[in-house]
């Protein structure tokens, strides 16, 4: 627990902050997301509403020498998804869009998935799943629980479902910087890991496969693929713990009318 990095109760109000802002992004893009529209639109679109909207800072541009300020994961794409001026959203498409987002020192993180046009039913359910799967490890998060029972809430609901779990990438701990202590994976055995504690703040973020769990990265260095080809989605939230369960810190107004915070 030594590296892993508690937040104060002001430093909480900070990311509440920066939740509540990155929260509004994904508000307001939902009407832009739509057929026809390249992915580089919605990256341009977003910086600009960050920055001269919210005067904030969009955290990932940069941030290991990426250029761009989210990133968009469509259909097979597991995540990584470079924008691109040549790549239209098409009518059937899923795509995860994926922001981070920093005010006043501190950066949250969060991804939606956005069926565009008229996606096939089994994309909805992937889809849908996933969404639930993300949810199962939040409700598992209180004090005195572990990151092994979260983990192993996602794997089982995934698993139950017919679909598999990424490895290769997980959530992570959040706060000052973008990758913090402690690693968070999706997969896991219950009460084994680090030891859940007030003011800890991690994301929770799995990457679900319609198909097999194996991955590869193409040649661009970054964009991350299934390797059947099937669908893969993700959703994601940057989380707090508190004295007696969880507190959704990039919760959007849509899921306050059906989440309920501990």
């Known amino acids: 627990m030594a590296s892993v990095i508690l937040k104060s109760e002001n ?22 997301i739509k057929v026809g529209i390249s992915t580089m639109d919605i990256n341009d679109w977003v910086e600009d509403f960050i920055t001269n909207t919210l005067n904030a800072r969009p955290a990932s541009k940069g941030q290991y020498d990426f250029p761009f300020v989210l990133n968009t994961s469509i259909n097979d794409v597991v995540c990584h998804g470079i924008p691109s001026t040549t790549q239209l959203l098409k009518s059937g498409d899923i795509i ?27 994309a909805q359910r992937l889809v849908d799943k996933t969404y639930e799967a993300m949810w199962q490890g939040i409700r ?11 983990g192993y809430a996602i794997k089982k609901f995934a ?21 913090e202590e402690p690693k968070v994976l999706h997969y896991g055995k219950p009460n084994s890991g ?30 991350v693929v299934t390797r059947d080809k099937k669908l893969s989605a993700q959703w994601e939230h940057t989380i707090a713990v508190t004295a007696d369960g969880y507190e959704v810190l990039t919760l959007r107004d849509e899921e306050r009318l059906t989440k309920t915070l501990s």
């Open 96 to 122: 995860n869009v994926d922001i981070t987002l920093e005010k006043n020192g501190f950066i949250t993180d969060s991804s939606k998935m956005y069926m565009v046009g008229d996606a096939s039913p089994l």
């Open 194 to 223: 680090i030891v859940l504690q007030e003011g800890m703040t991690f994301t929770i973020e799995p990457m679900i496969n319609q198909g097999e769990a194996k991955i590869k990265t193409k040649r661009d260095g970054w964009t």
């Open 11 to 32: 430093e909480l109000d900070l990311m509440r902050e920066s939740g509540r802002l990155l929260a509004s992004v994904f508000s307001h893009l939902d009407q832009h």
């Open 140 to 150: 598992a998060v209180k004090p005195g629980a572990t990151l092994g029972d979260i």
């Open 159 to 179: 698993s139950s479902q017919g679909y598999s779990v990424v490895r290769e990438y997980c959530g992570h701990g959040i706060g000052q910087e973008m990758h």
